[in-house]
C-alpha cells in the first residue's frame, strides 16, 4: 500500500461515542436503587435513559461528521 | 396439556401465520432479482435500503429467544438479566466504526461473507476456513433455540401433547420457513420482518403500559422485587464481582454480535455504506423494546403468576421460559395474547431463515468453493447454498426434537465464546493489514480452545474467576479469550513475518473501505 490509510477517517467525534461506551460499563455507578423516578430504581432507568443517549450521540456524531 | 386451549389466541394465531407464510412466498418478486445468483438469494441483491435494513437487522437481531430467555433471567436471576440493556448500547458504535468499512469493501470485491472478505484481505485460505467454521458452528445452537422460543408460544396457547403428535405444530411451522427461505431467499424475512416488528413493538408497548398499570404502577411492582433481585451483589474484597462480571457480559456480548453471520448478512444486504451508519442511531430502539420486555421478568414475581395452579404445568414444563407468556395470557384478553404469541413466533422463524442463510453462503463460499469445486457455475453456487440451508434448518429442528434443552444453550454459549474469536482478523482486519495472517491464525485457534475450556471447567457458565496478583476477576470466558487471542496474534506476528518469505496477498486497497 502506498500511502498509510491508519489515520483515514479518525474523528474527534468519536471521543463521544467512547464516553458513552465508558457510562454504559461503569457498573457501580449505577447500580443503586436511589434516585427512582415512577418507582423505577436508578438501575433501571438510567440504563434505557442511556441508551436514547446513545441513539442522539450516534445521530450527531453521524451528522458532524 | 399445559394450559386450557386457548381457540381465541390460536385462531389470531394461525391467521398471522398464514399472513406471514403469503408474504413470505410473495416475497421471491419484491424487488425483483435473478435468484439464482447467490448475492440475490443470499443479499437480497444488496438493495435494501436504510428503513429496510432497519427492520431486517431488528427483526434479526433481537430474536425470538431474547423476548423469552431476557425475562425468564429477570424472573430467576434478576438485575444480572439487565446487561442485555449496556450490552445493546455498546454494539452500535462499534457498528457505526466498523462495518460501513466492511460494506464499502464487499460490495466492491463482491464478498457475501466474512470468509471472503478475510480470504480477500489476507490471501489466506486457511484462515478464511476458520472464519467460516467459526461462523457455521455457532450459528447451529443459535437456530434450535429460535425454536425453543416457538415451542414456548405454542405450548402456552394450550396446543400440544405427548411425543412426536405433541411436536407437530412446531414441525409444521419449521416445513412452511424452510419453503419460503428456499424460495425466495433473504427477501422472504426482510419481509417478514417488517410484519413481525409492527407486532412485537405494540405488544411490547401494550405490555409496558397495560400490565404496570393492572399491577399497580412500578412502583408496587419493584417494591414486591427481593433486594437480592433488584440490584447487582456488591463486590467482596479483592474480587470485581458481579460488577466485573456485568461489564464483561454485556463488553463480550457486543463484540460478538455483529461477527455472527446473520447480523453480517443484515448488513451486507443494504443498499450503502451509509444506509449502515444510518441505522446505528436508529437500531437503539430495539434495544429500549428489549430493556422494556425483560422487566417483564419482575411483573411475573409482582403479579404472582407463578404460584397460579393453571399456569404450574408451563413453568414444569419450560421452566422460567415459561415466564413471559405466563404474564401475557395473564394480562392481556386472549385475542391480544394471540397477537403477541404471534409477534414472539414470528420473530423466531425471521431470524432463522436469516441465520439459516448465512450458514448458507459460508459453506458455499468458503469451503465448497475454496475446497472442493473452485469453478462451480454462479447457478450452481446459489444451488448449493439453498440446499445447505435446507439441511441448516433440519439438523437444528432434528436437535430440538432429541435432544435436550440444555444442549442447545450450551452450545450456544460455547459459540458466542467461539464466533468473538474471530474478531481480531475481522474487525482490525477492517482497519489495518499490520497482522500476520499465519498470526492471527494461531490467535483464533490459542482463543478458541481456551474459551471452550473455561466454559467447560466452569461447568458452561458463561463467567470465568481470572485470578491475578490476589485478586479475582469473574468475566465473560468470550471477552477474556479474545483478549488473548489479540496477545498471540500481536506476539506472534513479528515472528511470522520473520519466517515468511512473503505476505499473503491483499487484493483490497485502502480506497476500497472509504464510506
Redesign the interface.
Known amino acids: 500500500m502506498a500511502e498509510k490509510p491508519s489515520n483515514r477517517g479518525w474523528s474527534w467525534w468519536y471521543l463521544l461515542l467512547i464516553v458513552l461506551c465508558a457510562a454504559a460499563l461503569w457498573v457501580p455507578f449505577y447500580n443503586t436503587v436511589d434516585p427512582t423516578l415512577w418507582g423505577i430504581p436508578f438501575f433501571y432507568w438510567f440504563q434505557l435513559l442511556l441508551v436514547l443517549a446513545s441513539a442522539v450521540v450516534i445521530a450527531v456524531v453521524h451528522v458532524v461528521t | 396439556m399445559l394450559v386450557e386451549l386457548n381457540w381465541i389466541a390460536l385462531t389470531v394465531f394461525i391467521v398471522l401465520f398464514g399472513f406471514i407464510t403469503w408474504v413470505g412466498f410473495a416475497a421471491a418478486r419484491w424487488r425483483k432479482g435473478d435468484l439464482d445468483q447467490l448475492h440475490e438469494w443470499g443479499l437480497g441483491g444488496r438493495r435494501f435500503g436504510t428503513i429496510v435494513t432497519w427492520f431486517l437487522i431488528g427483526g434479526d437481531l433481537y430474536t425470538a429467544y431474547t423476548f423469552i430467555a431476557l425475562p425468564a433471567l429477570a424472573y430467576g436471576a434478576g ?1 444480572v438479566a ?1 446487561f442485555a ?2 450490552y ?3 454494539i ?2 462499534l457498528l ?2 466498523a462495518f460501513p ?1 466492511l460494506w464499502q469493501v464487499c460490495h466492491r470485491h463482491g464478498y457475501i461473507t466474512a470468509g471472503d472478505f478475510v480470504r480477500g484481505r489476507y490471501g489466506n485460505r486457511w484462515l478464511a476456513l476458520a472464519i467460516a467454521l467459526s461462523g457455521i458452528v455457532a450459528t447451529m445452537p443459535y437456530i434450535a433455540l429460535q425454536l425453543v422460543g416457538l415451542e414456548v408460544v405454542i405450548g402456552a396457547m394450550g396446543v400440544g401433547g405427548e411425543g412426536l403428535v405433541g411436536e407437530l405444530p412446531l414441525i409444521v411451522a419449521f416445513i412452511i420457513l424452510a419453503a419460503f427461505t428456499y424460495t425466495s431467499g433473504l427477501r422472504a424475512p426482510a419481509a417478514i420482518a417488517i410484519v413481525k416488528d409492527v407486532l412485537i413493538y405494540t405488544t411490547a408497548f401494550v405490555a409496558i403500559i397495560v400490565i404496570p398499570i393492572e399491577l399497580g ?7 414486591a422485587i427481593p433486594p437480592a433481585k ?3 451483589a ?1 463486590p467482596a474484597a479483592n474480587s470485581t464481582g458481579s ?2 462480571a ?2 464483561t457480559l ?2 463480550g456480548s457486543a463484540l460478538a454480535l455483529f461477527l455472527y453471520p446473520h447480523s453480517m448478512t443484515g448488513i451486507l444486504a443494504a443498499s450503502s455504506g451509509r444506509a449502515v ?2 441505522n ?3 437500531l ?2 430495539y ?2 423494546l428489549l ?2 420486555l425483560t ?1 417483564l421478568g419482575f411483573f411475573v414475581i409482582a403479579s404472582g403468576v407463578d404460584k397460579l395452579p393453571q399456569f404450574a404445568a408451563g413453568f414444569a414444563q419450560f421452566k422460567a421460559n415459561f415466564a413471559a407468556p405466563a404474564v401475557m395470557l395473564w394480562a392481556f384478553p386472549s385475542w391480544f395474547a394471540g397477537v403477541a404469541f404471534a409477534a414472539i413466533g414470528i420473530g423466531a422463524l425471521v431470524p432463522a431463515a436469516i441465520m439459516s442463510i448465512a450458514a448458507a453462503n459460508l459453506y458455499t463460499r468458503n469451503i465448497h468453493r475454496e475446497f472442493f469445486n473452485a469453478n462451480v457455475a454462479p447457478k450452481d453456487e446459489a444451488q448449493i447454498a439453498k440446499w445447505v440451508s435446507l439441511i441448516v434448518k433440519f439438523g437444528a429442528l432434528i436437535f430440538i426434537l432429541f435432544v435436550p434443552l440444555q444442549y442447545a444453550i450450551q452450545l450456544q454459549l460455547l459459540g458466542g465464546i467461539w464466533i468473538i474469536q474471530t474478531f481480531p482478523a475481522v474487525v482490525f482486519g477492517l ?3 499490520k497482522f500476520n495472517d499465519w498470526a492471527l491464525l494461531c490467535g483464533w485457534l490459542v482463543g478458541t480452545v481456551m474459551g471452550t475450556w473455561m466454559a467447560v471447567a466452569m461447568n458452561f457458565n458463561a463467567t470465568y474467576p481470572l485470578a491475578f496478583a490476589g485478586w479475582t476477576f469473574p468475566g465473560y470466558a468470550a471477552f477474556y479469550t479474545v483478549v488473548l487471542n489479540f496477545l498471540v496474534a500481536l506476539v506472534l506476528t513479528p515472528v511470522f513475518n520473520a519466517m515468511a518469505s512473503q505476505p499473503g496477498r ?1 487484493e483490497t ?2 480506497g476500497d ?3
Open positions: 438485575a439487565f440493556v449496556p445493546t448500547i455498546l452500535y458504535p457505526f466504526v468499512r404502577g412500578f412502583g408496587k411492582i419493584f417494591a433488584l440490584l447487582l456488591a460488577y466485573g456485568y461489564a454485556a463488553l451508519r444510518r446505528a442511531a436508529l437503539p430502539a434495544s429500549l430493556g422494556l422487566l482497519f489495518t493489514r491483499d486497497a485502502a473501505y472509504v464510506v
